[in-house]
């Protein structure tokens, strides 16, 4: 069993994998981003790559309506405000750019 990233738990409702709906230009998403939150503070954060799939994985907590994120192999932390949308749709918010992602079933 994986040894959990964090002690603090994630709200229920983040749990579980979304893919990227749309986002602004300006954060350079690539199409077909999805990610999937795991108990314990892990992330995988999966992208195309020339066809193949690449899953990075990343550890995350939460602090009130903060996601902060970290990558362990390459320290590259990140802190967005997130919210769940209408329509069960996660949204990360930049400084203003915003990310849209929709729950896979």
């Known amino acids: 069993m994986t040894q959990p990233a964090f002690d603090d ?5 983040l749990l579980g994998h979304w893919r990227l709906l749309r986002s602004d ?3 350079d998403f690539g199409p077909g981003v999805r990610m999937e939150f ?3 503070g892990h992330l995988r954060y999966i992208l195309s ?3 193949r799939e690449l899953v990075v994985p990343l550890v995350y907590r939460t602090t009130g309506d903060l996601l902060e994120t ?3 192999a390459a320290s590259h932390m990140m802190s967005t405000r997130f919210t769940l949308g209408a329509g069960d749709m996660l949204i990360l918010d930049f400084a203003g750019a915003q990310a849209i992602f ?3 079933r």
């Open 9 to 13: 738990p994630a709200p229920l409702w």
């Open 25 to 27: 230009p300006s954060l």
């Open 38 to 40: 795991q108990r314990g």
């Open 49 to 51: 790559v020339d066809g």
């Open 70 to 72: 970290d990558n362990p």
């Open 102 to 104: 929709i729950r896979e």
